[in-house]
């Protein structure tokens, strides 16, 4: 492997110490550089320090953690036999599709180790996942909340030899009402003093401060927050529209030459739903991703929209977070988010891999009074514009 030539004031991942193998697969994704949140947590969380991170989406925090899951199997293998349905590490995640990108994340850095992992999500065959993790030893375990606890109640699974426990996105899993949840599944894994605890989250309420608190023990404290709160190489549009034209000026974007792929956000499945038939109808090639489509058909369509075979699709924010795909040329609201930290995350999925990107905002009669609460999140005003001509015809 050849090293990066140096920066000045960067960490190489080369000087972290790291195993080859798990190296090897850094570098095979392009990596030699630490993003800000895995040049301050790597050189503790790898030394087995607990640590509590805050930072946005896109900031590469789901590294920082599976760099250290992966370090820490590959260097303290013991010579123990170790059973089946007894992880070394467990990442909790609220969505089924952060877990999925999470699971493809690891396999891509697993690559040239030997580490065995499970997925365990919701809407997926559940005796297929209960055999996969009885019948071998699985080293980590990515998982929502319920799938998990569901196969700790069934005595499928035992945390009790964890060594490493994730939390990601404790704010999201808070909102979701997963808490107790995950509380639970706290409870069933060593003491804090016997695991080590890495939580992150883009948001800290007082409710996930003091979980932190009670769950971390003398954790390393990393705040990384992006020079903007959106991405600089984001071209953001804001059109005032009447609730009439909406699908009218819809139609007529996605027919523009320099939109390649697109993702359209609504804040409803029923909106999604409508909005996939009225394209459809009028020609556009596209799919729908939301609450009530079932997983495998989900997982279906986000390999689909990675391969380029979807260059459109219209999602609610089950879509908004954690999912990577490096070719969105634009994302387009149909409709304002009604909480603000969505905005931030829906753009995000544009402009990836320092590409530029273009994110299209419909505001109208309806939802035009969360402007304010945007431009007070974004810390700058908004452009509020009048469509161009050649979108209304």
């Not at 087995?48 to 896109?58: F, L, P």
């Not at 939390?167 to 016997?194: C, H, K, W, Y």
């Not at 984001?234 to 320099?258: E, F, G, P, T």
């Not at 219209?314 to 994302?331: E, L, M, P």
Request: glycine residues 4%; charged residues 25%; proline residues 5%.
């Amino acid at each position: 492997m050849q090293d990066a030539p140096i920066k000045e004031d960067a960490t190489r991942f080369i000087d972290l110490g790291l195993n080859e193998t798990l190296l090897h697969g850094i570098y095979d994704l392009g990596f030699h550089y630490c993003t800000p949140i895995q040049a301050q947590t790597l050189p503790e969380t790898l030394l087995r320090q607990d640590a509590i991170g805050h930072s946005q989406t896109g900031t590469g925090k789901t590294a920082a953690f599976l760099i250290t899951i992966i370090d820490t199997i590959l260097n303290h293998r013991s010579d123990e036999a170790r059973y089946a349905s007894e992880p070394r590490a467990a990442i909790i995640a609220p969505t089924r599709e952060l877990a999925l990108q999470i699971a493809q994340d690891a396999k891509d850095l697993c690559k040239y180790t030997n580490i065995t992992t499970a997925t365990l999500i919701g809407g997926m065959d559940y005796e297929k996942q209960r055999r996969l993790i009885q019948d071998q030893v699985i080293e980590i375990v990515i998982a929502t909340p319920g799938r998990l606890l569901d196969f700790l109640s069934q005595k499928a699974l035992f945390l009790d030899q964890l060594e490493v426990l994730v939390l990601d996105e404790a704010d999201r899993m808070l909102d979701m009402g997963f808490i107790p949840q995950v509380t639970n599944i706290v409870r069933a894994s060593p003491s804090r003093e016997s695991r080590q605890t890495l939580l992150f989250s883009a948001t800290f309420p007082e409710e996930v401060l003091k979980l932190a608190a009670n769950w971390t023990l003398n954790p390393l404290k990393v705040a990384v927050a992006p020079d903007q709160v959106t991405t600089k190489n984001i071209d953001q549009k804001l059109y005032l529209v009447a609730a009439k034209d909406k699908y009218k000026i819809l139609l007529n974007l996605l027919r523009q030459k320099d939109l390649t792929q697109a993702i359209i956000f609504a804040n409803r499945r029923d909106e999604t739903r409508r909005l996939t038939e009225f394209l459809k109808k009028n020609g556009i090639q596209c799919a729908m991703l939301s609450g009530e489509v079932a997983q495998n058909l989900r997982i279906k369509t986000l390999e689909n929209l990675r391969s380029g075979k979807v260059p459109i699709l219209v999602a609610t924010d089950v879509a908004g977070r954690g999912i990577h795909v490096d070719n969105i040329s634009h994302v387009i609201n149909f409709s304002l988010p009604e909480d603000p930290e969505d905005y931030i995350h829906r753009i995000g999925r544009t402009g990836r891999a320092s590409a530029s990107g273009t994110a299209i905002s419909f505001a109208c009669e309806d939802d035009s009074f969360l402007i304010p609460a945007l431009e007070e999140l974004l810390k700058a005003p908004l452009e509020c514009l009048q469509p161009p001509e050649e979108l209304l015809r």
